[in-house]
Nanobody, 115 residues
Framework: QVQVVESGGGLVQPGGSPRLSCLAS????????MGWYRQAPGKERELVAA???????NYADSVRDRFIISRDSAMRTVYLQMNSLKPEDTAVYYC?????????WGQGTQVTVSS
């Protein structure tokens, strides 16, 4: 099994560029892909960005030109570099690891974009 823990959230001004981190532990060699999801109040959880072991990536249309997902060589840490943040980016951001067809979820980190 794999456990993931997010960090890096907080209060950010519009236009800010924080970076979220996700640290994985356990059977990290079994991870097929890792991704970032977010859930805003009153909305369903949605995929933000994902990255596979071969470094292929996938982004939501709303963040494709602003966010960058990356990982270290061991798939131990995954990052989400967020640029040009907008108030509508406000959400709880969750890290997820896909292992053996099942997903492991972190506890989430709040990102609030406000002046």
């Amino acid at each position: 099994q794999v456990q993931v823990v997010e960090s890096g959230g907080g209060l950010v001004q519009p236009g800010g560029s924080p970076r979220l981190s996700c640290l994985a532990s356990g059977s990290i060699f079994s991870i097929a892909s890792m991704g970032w999801y977010r859930q805003a109040p009153g909305k369903e959880r949605e995929l933000v960005a994902a990255i596979t072991r071969d470094r292929s990536t996938n982004y939501a249309d709303s963040v494709r030109d602003r966010f960058i997902i990356s990982r270290d060589s061991a798939m131990r840490t995954v990052y989400l570099q967020m640029n040009s943040l907008k108030p509508e980016d406000t959400a709880v951001y969750y890290c997820s690891a896909l292992v053996g067809g099942l997903r492991s979820w972190g506890q989430g980190t709040q990102v609030t974009v406000s002046s």
